[in-house]
């Protein structure tokens, strides 16, 4: 910029934010959680409005307690408490997303509260009905359900995913998931069918939709391997 150029207070604001942040993760990469949370903390404190907000409000509430089991404070009631904060202020983020995801899978997985998860995967969808992760929630509420055995009401869910978001990945995933409610209902014929029906539809997107994505090709051979293992205990 030219020497007489006048910054807006903003682009300042933002880079004392920035770098409280590159600080605040250094010390979350280095093991010193605890001391990363207050970081983190003392960000949103001082720099609510800044770029990076969301991020540290992310980025505490996983040091906090985090879904996937990486290293954290063991502390799940209060990254419930932080993820839910996140999503109530930030709720327009597309991190807002993945928190009110991260905050089912605790409910379900620290918490031990199945129901509460479910409500949280439903009320995703209700709040983000145009999310690419709406699919996702739609599907994990399903595994919930047929957990409790409400067989149809699972299966009502998976046949309204593949209605209503017929580009997303998730079909595949709800597809097998009929299959593996009718393994569970204890209709074999059935299940053998839609099984069935799942191996036609991963080979499917293997050779074809995804015949160039080593990843998606990864993900569908997985999902092959498993379906053969269902029939073959049928």
């Not at 998606?216 to 379906?227: P, S, T, Y």
Request: charged share 30%.
């Amino acid at each position: 910029p030219a020497p007489d150029a006048v910054r807006h207070p903003a682009a300042e604001y933002n880079r004392l934010a920035g770098e409280q942040m590159r600080a605040a993760d250094a010390l979350s990469v280095a093991g010193k959680l605890a001391e990363a949370v207050s970081a983190y903390e003392q960000i949103l404190a001082k720099y609510p409005l800044a770029d990076v907000a969301v991020r540290a409000a992310y980025a505490r509430a996983t040091a906090l307690c985090h879904p996937d089991g990486a290293p954290s404070l063991k502390q799940p009631e209060k990254a419930v408490e932080a993820l839910n904060g996140l999503v109530e202020r930030y709720g327009q983020d597309l991190l807002a997303e993945y928190a009110m995801l991260d905050l089912a899978r605790l409910r379900e997985t620290a918490l031990g509260d199945a129901d509460a998860a479910a409500e949280t995967y439903r009320a995703f969808e209700a709040r983000y009905p145009r999310s690419s992760l709406a699919a996702k929630a739609a599907v994990e509420t399903a595994r919930l359900l047929a957990a409790k055995g409400r067989h149809e009401d699972a299966m009502l869910t998976c046949r309204t995913v593949i209605r209503k978001y017929p580009d997303s990945d998730e079909v595949m995933t709800a597809t097998v998931r009929i299959a593996d409610i009718y393994r569970l209902a204890g209709d074999k014929d059935k299940a053998r069918q839609q099984y069935e029906a799942a191996r036609r539809m991963a080979q499917d997107w293997h050779d074809n939709k995804y015949g160039v994505d080593v990843g998606k090709q990864a993900w569908l051979e997985g999902i092959l391997e498993d379906v053969r293992k269902q029939l073959g205990g049928l």
